[in-house]
């Protein structure tokens, strides 16, 4: 880790139960501030329990355990006070409000700052990261692309200035294209002083920017170390990183029918421009 001495997120023997089924089982995680962590598992392992266990957002979790951020215990603490310490939350599935505009949706996450020069500099940098969404203020969310709105979710998140970002799945179903562009804003957000904790599937992609990364197996921690530690991993190359140029194919599928669907929206990789 980049200073294992200045830990951002600490979470000690967390356990997090289904009605009686425990689906996280004893986790314990330091996330080092200034830093990008992921956390690699195969679908049902616990990725987006975890997530949603330190946002708070699923009722009377963690059943055991700490989680505390900067110091302090969130563990349960509601998820609008979460938010206020400085911890937004990209969900997997992008969430927008449709039927609000670009504009709209990143005004509903800057809610919690009260400070509006500070929210003005947040929106030119969110601009600066996503110049699309600067072109498409008054455009419906429900009308962009995904790519789009994954961009638009990751952008309203950054307007709560937060110091730490949770991210589940921004490249799920994106084409190649879009995930390295992604990618490349995660890295540069993780650059400008926001810590990052991040679950993917596309653990080659994933490594290639994070600074750390631990692996989940039916709710378990199993793996943990440098990015780098878990590149060089014979099983986590056997189960993860094959993986990922089959996954790309079918986000690159996945993408294309959705264009078909749109009738072609020709401005679906506009992040270039």
Same mark, same amino acid.
């Given at each position: 880790?980049?200073?294992?001495?200045?830990?951002?997120?600490?979470?000690?023997?967390?356990?997090?139960?289904?009605?009686?089924?425990?689906?996280?089982?004893?986790?314990?995680?330091?996330?080092?501030?200034?830093?990008?962590?992921?956390?690699?598992?195969?679908?049902?392992?616990?990725?987006?329990?975890?997530?949603?266990?330190?946002?708070?957002?699923?009722?009377?979790?963690?059943?055991?355990?700490?989680?505390?951020?900067?110091?302090?215990?969130?563990?349960?603490?509601?998820?609008?006070?979460?938010?206020?310490?400085?911890?937004?939350?990209?969900?997997?599935?992008?969430?927008?409000?449709?039927?609000?505009?670009?504009? #709209?949706? +990143?005004?509903? $996450? =800057?809610? *919690?700052?009260?400070?509006? &020069?500070?929210?003005?500099? @947040?929106?030119?940098?969110?601009?600066?990261?996503?110049?699309?969404?600067?072109?498409?203020?008054?455009?419906?969310?429900?009308?962009?692309?995904?790519?789009?709105?994954?961009?638009?979710?990751?952008?309203?998140?950054?307007?709560?200035?937060?110091?730490?970002?949770?991210?589940?799945?921004?490249?799920?179903?994106?084409?190649?294209?879009?995930?390295?562009?992604?990618?490349?804003?995660v890295s540069q957000?993780?650059?400008?002083?926001?810590?990052?904790?991040?679950?993917?599937?596309?653990?080659?992609?994933?490594?290639?920017?994070?600074?750390?990364?631990?692996?989940l197996e039916s709710?378990?921690?199993?793996?943990?170390?440098?990015?780098?530690?878990?590149?060089?991993?014979?099983?986590? #190359?056997? +189960?993860?990183? $094959? =993986?990922? *140029?089959?996954?790309?194919? &079918?986000?690159?599928?996945? @993408?294309a029918s959705e264009?078909?669907?749109?009738?072609?929206?020709?401005?679906?990789?506009?992040?270039?421009?």
């Amino acid at each position: 880790m980049n200073n294992p001495a200045t830990p951002l997120l600490q979470l000690d023997s967390v356990e997090t139960y289904y009605g009686p089924l425990r689906a996280l089982s004893g986790v314990s995680l330091t996330v080092a501030e200034g830093t990008i962590t992921v956390i690699l598992g195969s679908n049902g392992a616990g990725k987006s329990t975890l997530l949603g266990t330190i946002m708070g957002v699923l009722d009377g979790q963690p059943h055991r355990g700490t989680i505390t951020f900067r110091g302090q215990r969130i563990d349960g603490m509601a998820t609008e006070k979460i938010v206020r310490a400085g911890i937004s939350y990209v969900p997997e599935g992008r969430r927008v409000f449709p039927e609000l505009t670009v504009s #709209e949706n +990143l005004k509903v $996450g =800057a809610y *919690t700052v009260r400070d509006r &020069q500070s929210t003005r500099r @947040t929106l030119e940098r969110v601009h600066d990261y996503f110049p699309l969404l600067a072109d498409r203020q008054t455009q419906p969310a429900g009308t962009l692309s995904g790519g789009e709105q994954q961009m638009l979710a990751i952008g309203r998140a950054l307007m709560n200035e937060p110091e730490l970002l949770l991210l589940d799945e921004p490249s799920l179903g994106l084409a190649p294209l879009l995930v390295r562009q992604v990618f490349d804003i995660v890295s540069q957000i993780r650059d400008e002083g926001v810590t990052v904790l991040l679950v993917e599937q596309n653990a080659r992609m994933a490594l290639k920017v994070a600074d750390d990364g631990v692996v989940l197996e039916s709710g378990e921690l199993v793996v943990s170390g440098t990015a780098a530690e878990l590149v060089d991993n014979d099983e986590v #190359e056997e +189960l993860y990183m $094959g =993986a990922a *140029t089959t996954a790309s194919e &079918q986000e690159a599928a996945s @993408t294309a029918s959705e264009r078909e669907a749109q009738g072609g929206a020709q401005h679906d990789v506009d992040l270039e421009s």
